[in-house]
């Protein structure tokens, strides 16, 4: 998860918020549901292998840059984190099997994060802490706890489905 913080903030930097969270995470869930067809005995059906391709065609259409335009930077982040976002999606889903607390789970996986969110996040890191505590407190914790339990829900439901399917409504949902 860490990873994948680095690859985000790397992903904005070098494009537009909008094309780099459609790839990263559309490309998370093809792999996740390629990784769980073929690793984890999910089932293949005729919606989820039409929904596969249309999420492939989208983030193949979204990668597609004017001429002028650089893409080595501009692709590499996004699919970078998208290969990360998989990983730690397929790790949570097997720690879960492993018996795994979701709860416990999450707090374990932000206190290991930590060192790569100050990587980061470095550069004015002071100053961007203290203006973030001192302006905007309230929807800090707002932010802070939709968050977490929106991540601790999908934990949840996680442990009850296969991977493809949880990552697939967790990532769609931000579309809806």
């Not at 969270?21 to 990784?35: E, K």
């Not at 999420?55 to 259409?61: A, E, F, Q």
Request: include cysteine; glycine fraction near 10%.
């Amino acid at each position: 998860e860490g990873f994948y913080l680095i690859a985000l903030a790397k992903a904005f930097t070098h494009g537009s918020m909008a094309k780099a969270y459609s790839i990263i995470r559309g490309g998370a869930t093809v792999l996740v549901w390629i990784i769980s067809l073929l690793f984890q005995m999910e089932v293949l059906n005729k919606l989820g292998l039409i929904g596969s391709l249309i999420v492939t065609v989208g983030i193949m259409i979204t990668g597609i840059q004017p001429k002028n335009v650089n893409t080595s930077d501009g692709l590499f982040w996004p699919l970078s984190g998208a290969f990360f976002i998989a990983c730690y999606h397929l790790c949570y889903g097997e720690s879960l099997k492993q018996g795994a607390e979701p709860k416990a789970l999450f707090a374990t996986a932000l206190t290991l994060s930590l060192p790569f969110i100050f990587f980061t996040a470095r550069k004015n890191f002071r100053s961007n802490s203290l203006h973030i505590f001192t302006q905007g407190k309230l929807r800090l914790c707002l932010a802070a706890m939709s968050a977490t339990l929106g991540f601790i829900l999908f934990l949840y439901g996680l442990k009850m489905s296969g991977p493809g399917y949880a990552i697939t409504l967790r990532n769609t949902s931000i579309f809806f």
